[in-house]
């Protein structure tokens, strides 16, 4: 079956602009998660849905990110204001099981370039 | 909260020789312990996992230990092949958590 998509795989911004990062996670999971990953660095959790539901935004870096999960199933994460810290791969993962427990399945995460 | 270290940060071995990939957790809580592979511009792919009730779990090549009391993990990948070649992440996650914590990851290159 199909796995996590997200879209746009790639985006350049220019300093100051609004992103937003979309993520289709595989039909019928209820957990999703959004994940940062830096230039040779591993991911780092960013927050976390259960169906729609956001149970946890601990790991978002600034009030510039905002992510919503309205239906329970598709996700985007909005960055504000875009700067160039904020360049870096943002994965998306979901699984099957609530609370998060189950395993992980990441989709192939949208490169940001900031300008 | 968590903290996971990872060893070597690269690793290069040759055609047929065996890899070993270590990690170390801070958190005693933690109970699952995912191993993801990353080829370039591609996602993390889960390879091999492991709960805290078990001590070693195996998948043709490749194998995973964990010592709880030492709060470490291994991965273990044996007669490598080219297509091995990528970067391997480790990642710990606690009992009544859900994020995976991850460490910096290990760039494997396999020699023909």
């Known amino acids: 079956g199909a796995g996590v998509s997200q879209s746009p795989r790639y985006k350049v911004a220019k300093r100051g602009q609004d992103v937003a990062l979309r993520c289709d996670p595989i039909?019928?999971?209820?957990?999703l998660f959004w994940y940062q990953q830096a230039l040779g660095q591993g991911p780092e959790f960013l927050t976390y849905?259960?169906?729609?539901?956001?149970?946890?935004k601990s790991g978002l870096p600034s009030d510039r990110f905002f992510a919503e999960r309205p239906e329970g199933s598709v996700s985007t994460l909005k960055i504000q204001r875009t700067q160039q810290e904020d360049s870096a791969v943002y994965l998306c993962?979901?699984?099957?099981?609530?609370?998060?427990?189950?395993?992980?399945?990441f989709g192939p995460g949208t490169r940001l370039l900031v300008l | 909260g968590e903290n996971v270290e990872q060893h070597p940060s690269t690793l290069s071995v040759q055609e047929g020789d065996s890899a070993v990939i270590k990690c170390t957790y801070s958190?005693?809580?933690?109970?699952?312990f995912p191993w993801y592979k990353q080829e370039l511009g591609k996602r993390p792919q889960l390879i091999i996992d492991?709960?805290?009730?078990?001590g070693e779990k195996k998948d043709q090549r490749i194998a995973v230990t964990l010592n709880k009391t030492a709060k470490h993990f291994s991965l273990h990948i044996t007669e490598t092949q080219p297509e091995d070649s990528a970067v391997y992440f480790c990642a710990a996650r606690g009992g009544s958590n859900y994020k995976l914590t991850f460490g910096k990851g290990t760039l494997l290159t396999v020699n023909p």
């Open positions: 958190d005693s809580a933690s109970n699952y």
């Open positions: 849905f259960q169906n729609e539901a956001q149970l946890d």
């Open positions: 039909s019928g999971h209820v957990s």
């Open positions: 993962a979901s699984s099957s099981t609530s609370g998060g427990q189950g395993t992980q399945y």
């Open positions: 492991i709960r805290s009730n078990v």
